[in-house]
């Protein structure tokens, strides 16, 4: 990549205008004749660790040219979206789920402008578990989650689709309906992808709230307590969370390190 390009393509991203104004207190030599001066407004300031993200990510998918169509509009989407009092997702794992969500979007098999990321590469103890309305580009919740027991302690590294493996799946799902299970108001969720995680439904791999789902757990043990494979949220907001996303929204497990799956993935492909 040409580095020297990066300004001029974040600047024609971001209509990133600054203002020049005179500065009645310097010219030039510094004599005070009215020099020039740049000013960039508040409003047009990026987080450098936002900068530092975006640049890491376009060195590994475009070393020797300028970003893609794609690529802008991904970072044109990850630079608006309002975190509010929440951090963003990574950048690798927001634009997985940015270009699934848009193909199944455009294959009719999403109902609500909703996208729910949960990036199994972090600890337990982390929030790794983002809601966003894609339409007001709004974080709206960021949450710790569960993984399954059989996929690791702290952080989740084997993930299965079979019966009784215990393990998280990676992938795509839609949302499906609710239910009242021991857990509680629950929310089922349909597996889009073959052999990644189809078996979503026989397994009962469902989002519901857990007592071991909880912050001060992970912070007391090292790792947030474990399910049979469902994504688990504190109660705290669980039932908010799923009575916002039931019903045909989208939800993302990623994880950074699981290339098998994330170079052969038809939604990612």
Same mark, same amino acid.
């Given at each position: 990549?040409?580095?020297?390009?990066?300004?001029?393509?974040?600047?024609?991203?971001?209509?990133?205008?600054?203002?020049?104004?005179?500065?009645?207190?310097?010219?030039?030599?510094?004599?005070?004749?009215?020099?020039?001066?740049?000013?960039?407004?508040?409003?047009?300031?990026?987080?450098?660790?936002?900068? /530092?993200?975006?640049?890491?990510?376009?060195? *590994?998918?475009?070393?020797?040219?300028?970003?893609?169509?794609?690529?802008?509009?991904?970072?044109?989407?990850?630079?608006?979206?309002?975190?509010?009092?929440?951090? *963003?997702?990574?950048?690798?794992?927001?634009?997985?789920?940015?270009?699934?969500?848009?193909?199944?979007?455009?294959?009719?098999?999403?109902? *609500?402008?909703?996208?729910?990321?949960?990036?199994?590469?972090?600890?337990?103890?982390?929030?790794?578990?983002?809601?966003?309305?894609?339409?007001?580009?709004?974080?709206?919740?960021?949450?710790?989650?569960?993984?399954?027991?059989?996929?690791?302690?702290?952080?989740?590294?084997?993930?299965?689709?079979?019966?009784?493996?215990? *393990?998280?799946?990676?992938?795509?799902?839609?949302?499906?309906?609710?239910?009242?299970?021991?857990?509680?108001?629950?929310?089922?969720?349909?597996?889009?992808?073959?052999?990644?995680?189809?078996? /979503?439904?026989?397994?009962?791999?469902?989002?519901?709230?857990?007592?071991?789902?909880?912050?001060?757990?992970?912070?007391?043990?090292?790792?947030?307590?474990?399910?049979?494979?469902?994504?688990?949220?504190?109660?705290?907001?669980?039932?908010?969370?799923?009575?916002?996303?039931?019903?045909?929204?989208?939800?993302?497990?990623?994880? /950074?390190?699981?290339?098998?799956?994330?170079?052969?993935?038809?939604?990612?492909?």
């Amino acid at each position: 990549m040409n580095f020297k390009l990066l300004p001029l393509m974040m600047v024609g991203l971001l209509s990133f205008k600054p203002m020049t104004i005179n500065d009645p207190n310097g010219d030039n030599n510094g004599n005070g004749n009215g020099k020039k001066v740049t000013v960039v407004t508040k409003s047009s300031t990026i987080k450098s660790k936002e900068i /530092a993200a975006v640049t890491k990510t376009n060195l *590994k998918s475009n070393a020797s040219s300028n970003l893609s169509a794609f690529d802008k509009m991904v970072l044109s989407e990850y630079l608006d979206l309002d975190e509010k009092k929440f951090d *963003k997702p990574e950048m690798e794992s927001f634009k997985a789920a940015f270009k699934g969500y848009y193909k199944l979007k455009g294959e009719g098999k999403l109902n *609500k402008e909703l996208l729910t990321i949960i990036d199994f590469t972090k600890s337990s103890t982390e929030r790794r578990m983002w809601v966003i309305d894609m339409k007001s580009h709004e974080i709206l919740y960021q949450t710790v989650v569960s993984h399954g027991r059989n996929s690791g302690m702290e952080y989740a590294n084997d993930f299965s689709n079979a019966r009784e493996s215990y *393990k998280s799946s990676l992938g795509f799902y839609t949302t499906a309906e609710t239910y009242m299970g021991k857990h509680g108001l629950s929310l089922r969720l349909d597996g889009l992808e073959a052999g990644i995680n189809s078996n /979503a439904r026989e397994r009962d791999i469902v989002i519901h709230a857990a007592d071991y789902a909880n912050e001060n757990v992970g912070k007391n043990q090292g790792y947030l307590g474990r399910s049979l494979g469902c994504p688990a949220l504190p109660y705290a907001v669980a039932h908010d969370i799923i009575k916002l996303i039931k019903n045909e929204s989208c939800l993302f497990i990623y994880h /950074a390190d699981q290339r098998g799956y994330l170079t052969t993935s038809n939604l990612l492909n």
